[in-house]
């Protein structure tokens, strides 16, 4: 069951980081403020929901997440581009603080009442007397299905077809008569899309409040460097990973005072480093992406399947 819930949640962190890549492999840049725009998706969400109901919310939210991401690289993204990449860093940096105060002054400091739909409430199955959740299945399919599609779009479309060429060949594609800067808004807005989706499916399956964008935001960068940068099959890889790593963790009662005890070593309180030696792989759960990252900086600073060395 844990596996279950931990390829979910690597799956949610895929839908994240999909787009996060997508960026990076066209513009060369990461974009600070994507957590935002997941944070967005589970508001508009919830105040869709609200007026409507969750499947309305589920379809339009990502849509108006999307029109704002691509509003913001045609009128202000596109316009420091001349400036190089670090202009662009700090831009996006800026709207991401920008986005915070916005919905605070909307929906204030405090979580809302994001829940998740009556028909995907409640156990999908029982195994060994724990239960999983409809809603994280539904989750599972959406992210699949999101996975697939992103697939098909790229591979198999004229479209994708002229973002790949664009992505590698910029001055080539626009030669060839194709608009490459409404690609890299088509792109732009895509990925915004996509944080959006995981914002409506995964607001309402943790919490929606203003930290949200902040408490994801380091992890999907984490997964994009451990991945690979730019490459959207080490994203997934390093989702799923991270994702059944946590969650494994958390669920894990173990120390190293216990390891050492079992190997016939005596620890006790005066025993030297014993405030880390007692510490169990539960509290650690939190800090084992990043120890994972520092890792693959050292071993293979291009990530799992990164071909760049930015």
Same mark, same amino acid.
């Given at each position: 069951?844990?596996?279950?819930?931990?390829?979910?949640?690597?799956?949610?962190?895929?839908? $994240?980081?999909?787009?996060?890549?997508?960026?990076?492999?066209?513009?060369?840049?990461?974009?600070?403020?994507?957590?935002?725009?997941?944070?967005?998706?589970?508001?508009?969400?919830?105040?869709?929901?609200?007026?409507?109901?969750?499947?309305?919310?589920?379809?339009?939210?990502?849509?108006?997440?999307?029109?704002?991401?691509? $509003?913001?690289?045609?009128?202000?993204?596109?316009?420091?581009?001349?400036?190089?990449?670090?202009?662009?860093?700090?831009?996006?940096?800026?709207?991401?603080?920008?986005?915070?105060?916005?919905?605070?002054?909307?929906?204030?400091?405090?979580?809302?009442?994001?829940? !998740?739909?009556?028909?995907?409430?409640?156990?999908?199955?029982?195994?060994?007397?724990?239960?999983?959740?409809?809603?994280?299945?539904?989750?599972?399919?959406?992210?699949?299905?999101?996975?697939?599609?992103?697939?098909?779009? $790229?591979?198999?479309?004229?479209?994708?077809?002229?973002?790949?060429?664009?992505?590698?060949?910029?001055?080539?594609?626009?030669?060839?008569?194709?608009?490459?800067?409404?690609?890299?808004?088509?792109?732009?807005?895509?990925?915004?899309?996509?944080?959006?989706?995981?914002?409506?499916?995964?607001?309402?399956?943790?919490?929606?409040?203003?930290?949200?964008?902040?408490?994801?935001?380091?992890?999907?960068?984490?997964?994009? !460097?451990?991945?690979?940068?730019?490459?959207?099959?080490?994203?997934?890889?390093?989702?799923?990973?991270?994702?059944?790593?946590?969650?494994?963790?958390?669920?894990?009662?173990?120390?190293?005072?216990?390891?050492?005890?079992? $190997?016939?070593?005596?620890?006790?309180?005066?025993?030297?480093?014993?405030?880390?030696?007692?510490?169990?792989?539960?509290?650690?759960?939190?800090?084992?992406?990043?120890?994972?990252?520092?890792?693959?900086?050292?071993?293979?600073?291009?990530?799992?399947?990164?071909?760049?060395?930015?």
């Amino acid at each position: 069951m844990s596996l279950l819930n931990g390829v979910s949640y690597g799956l949610l962190l895929f839908m $994240l980081s999909a787009g996060l890549t997508l960026i990076f492999s066209m513009m060369g840049v990461l974009n600070f403020a994507h957590a935002s725009f997941y944070m967005l998706g589970a508001y508009f969400a919830f105040q869709l929901s609200e007026w409507t109901n969750f499947w309305v919310a589920f379809l339009i939210a990502p849509m108006i997440v999307a029109l704002l991401g691509g $509003l913001f690289e045609r009128y202000v993204l596109r316009k420091t581009h001349k400036f190089g990449h670090v202009a662009k860093l700090l831009v996006t940096f800026g709207l991401s603080f920008v986005v915070l105060e916005i919905v605070q002054l909307i929906w204030g400091r405090t979580s809302v009442d994001y829940k !998740v739909p009556a028909a995907l409430d409640g156990s999908l199955f029982k195994l060994f007397n724990s239960t999983f959740p409809t809603y994280r299945a539904f989750m599972m399919v959406v992210a699949i299905g999101m996975l697939v599609s992103l697939f098909l779009v $790229l591979k198999k479309t004229r479209i994708g077809l002229v973002i790949q060429a664009a992505l590698t060949h910029p001055e080539a594609t626009e030669a060839l008569g194709h608009n490459v800067p409404r690609v890299f808004a088509l792109v732009f807005a895509g990925g915004c899309a996509l944080a959006g989706l995981a914002g409506v499916i995964g607001g309402n399956a943790f919490i929606t409040e203003p930290g949200m964008a902040q408490s994801v935001g380091a992890i999907i960068f984490v997964v994009v !460097v451990v991945g690979g940068m730019g490459s959207l099959a080490g994203a997934l890889i390093a989702s799923i990973l991270i994702g059944v790593m946590q969650t494994f963790a958390v669920g894990l009662d173990w120390s190293f005072v216990g390891g050492l005890k079992s $190997l016939g070593f005596t620890v006790t309180p005066e025993t030297f480093g014993y405030p880390l030696w007692k510490l169990k792989l539960s509290q650690t759960a939190p800090i084992l992406p990043y120890l994972l990252l520092v890792v693959m900086l050292v071993v293979r600073p291009k990530g799992l399947l990164g071909t760049r060395d930015e």
